[in-house]
């Protein structure tokens, strides 16, 4: 007894020693991060210090910096200082090598035992890296109820890849807030969701975000358990899908699709052009390299782009042989999209009402932005007969699912988001947070529209060529409306501040409203819509010069 009673007190002391000195953790979860180039791999919790393996991936010989400030903050709001770095220099700028990928140490003072998450702070300012609830112990991931999903997966290559975003399916990452930032630990992750509703969304690795060039893997997510298997960087097909009534379907509905049409054949002669360097003409190659060359000149970048889009309007970008093969590609989609038509009415279900929303979501992308080639690549796609499938079949069939709301609002986007068509009303928030509906305040008046985003770096120098134009015709009966989509009413403010726009300006935060989407610009910054006295579209992104033509004669 004796004995064991020593045994037993060795092992209290040796527990109560160690305290953090044991814990160590591979890839930790949390909750939120304003930052996808920065990413903390390991913490260890010693008595001594919080120890955080810092990796940066990011473009090659671009720079950061890891300023002194930075703290942990506890959930308590105690803040936990930063001591020292190994591997970087504090407060200076470090220049990434060609691999584009740098990792080091920095060491806090010891957290307490008590904390069950702790935020990476480095700062106030928006560029400041932040990282929110990281959680210091082990996430379990269970099904607790029959809806949930788990998703289970396994990732081949992708070396430099430590985290994978769960997000919407054609979510904007500048502006909308990813569902999940999963960690993956010894090439495989795991994550239960409880999103409700069966419908597709995103898995994309936080590295091919920081560059904003990514391959995501598309699924649903629907109860029960998805195994994904995701392939190599090299592999043509990103991921193999199992598990799930809806994928099943949606993978059936590809194979009889590839094997009808061989697109696969198609996009490797694509591939095979590129490799030989026989997809832009000389001149449009030379352009693409002094643009890049010259790509913080902003005088100088213009006025390459212009030559380069004369270059485009003269049909003089694209090589004879990609145009024949755009032809043919353009050619092969029609009678696919023939067939697809037939099948969404023949096989109707989740996984074809996805099709139907996808095809109309095309549509809407290119809408105010497309160019004419686009265009022409997607002129095969009939609204109409897109619209007759989800009345007669879709809308019946799936009343309170969530792609019924979103093709309805698609559909009259596309009808009223055009010259000659009429402005969708909104109500959005000011500075202030006082709430503000666009009809009460463009009434009776000539009104430019402007949506733009304190990132958009063309809508804010389209906005700023605006105010002489405003401040000639507003006493005449000539109004704008400002709109930033952003994620904080802070980042607008600053921008408007810098910008002196003198007109009214309210705030998208986080795509609240859907008013980006309603105006067929939610894969960009923004758009300008010039409106007359009844709501009828004038112009849509017009330049200065050509709204001050306008209100010249019309507030005459």
């Not at 096989?347 to 809408?367: K, N």
């Not at 709109?483 to 309210?506: I, M, S």
């Amino acid at each position: 007894m004796k004995g064991k009673n020593l045994l037993f007190g060795l092992c209290l002391c040796l527990w109560t020693s160690l305290g953090w000195g044991q814990k160590v953790i591979n890839v930790p979860w949390y909750e939120a991060t304003n930052t996808y180039m920065f990413d903390i791999v390991k913490m260890e919790l010693t008595n001594e210090a919080t120890i955080i393996t810092g990796q940066v991936n990011y473009f090659p010989n671009e720079w950061f910096r890891v300023v002194g400030r930075t703290v942990l903050r506890g959930e308590s709001g105690k803040e936990y200082k930063l001591l020292k770095a190994e591997g970087i220099t504090l407060n200076e700028q470090i220049f990434l090598p060609e691999s584009g990928r740098m990792t080091f140490q920095l060491y806090f003072e010891p957290v307490d035992a008590g904390e069950k998450k702790v935020d990476y702070v480095e700062g106030n300012h928006e560029t400041d890296w932040r990282i929110r609830g990281i959680i210091l112990d082990e996430k379990p991931q269970r099904l607790e109820q029959e809806s949930d999903c788990l998703i289970r997966g396994k990732v081949q290559g992708h070396l430099a890849s430590s985290r994978l975003v769960l997000m919407g399916y054609k979510d904007d990452d500048r502006i909308q807030e990813p569902y999940a930032i999963i960690p993956i630990r010894n090439g495989e992750f795991e994550y239960a969701c409880r999103l409700g509703g069966c419908k597709m969304y995103w898995l994309v690795f936080t590295d091919e975000l920081a560059r904003a060039a990514f391959r995501p893997v598309s699924f649903f997510v629907e109860p029960g358990v998805i195994n994904i298997s995701i392939l190599s960087e090299n592999s043509y097909v990103d991921a193999e899908i199992h598990g799930g009534k809806i994928n099943n379907q949606y993978q059936q509905y590809q194979k009889l699709s590839e094997d009808k049409f061989h697109f696969s054949d198609l996009y490797n002669r694509y591939e095979a052009l590129s490799n030989q360097k026989l997809y832009f003409t000389p001149r449009a190659m030379e352009l693409q390299e002094l643009m890049s060359l010259y790509s913080k000149d902003k005088m100088k970048s213009d006025s390459l782009y212009a030559i380069y889009q004369q270059l485009e309007k003269d049909k003089k970008l694209y090589t004879p042989q990609l145009m024949a093969l755009n032809e043919e590609s353009k050619n092969l989609k029609k009678r696919e999209q023939k067939w697809k038509e037939e099948y969404m009415a023949e096989h109707p279900s989740v996984a074809t009402y996805f099709l139907l929303m996808d095809d109309l979501m095309s549509l809407v992308d290119y809408q105010v932005h497309g160019f004419p080639e686009e265009f022409d690549m997607l002129s095969f796609k009939n609204v109409q007969d897109l619209e007759s499938l989800y009345n007669t079949i879709y809308k019946p069939m799936f009343p309170e699912h969530s792609y019924t709301t979103l093709v309805a609002t698609m559909l009259q986007s596309l009808k009223q988001i055009e010259v000659g068509g009429r402005y969708i009303d909104f109500t959005a928030p000011d500075f202030e947070g006082n709430s503000v509906t666009l009809s009460e305040q463009i009434r009776g008046k000539v009104a430019l529209i402007d949506l733009w985003a304190s990132w958009c770096g063309p809508c804010r120098r389209s906005a700023k060529s605006m105010i002489p134009v405003y401040e000639k015709y507003e006493s005449k009966g000539f109004t704008i409306v400002g709109v930033a989509r952003e994620k904080t009413v802070q980042t607008a403010k600053a921008a408007a501040l810098q910008d002196g726009y003198p007109w009214l300006n309210l705030v998208e935060l986080n795509d609240a409203g859907n008013i980006w989407f309603k105006y067929c610009v939610g894969n960009s910054g923004g758009g300008t819509f010039l409106v007359d006295q009844e709501g009828k579209i004038l112009a849509i992104c017009p330049t200065a010069e050509e709204v001050e033509r306008i209100l010249e004669k019309m507030l005459k």
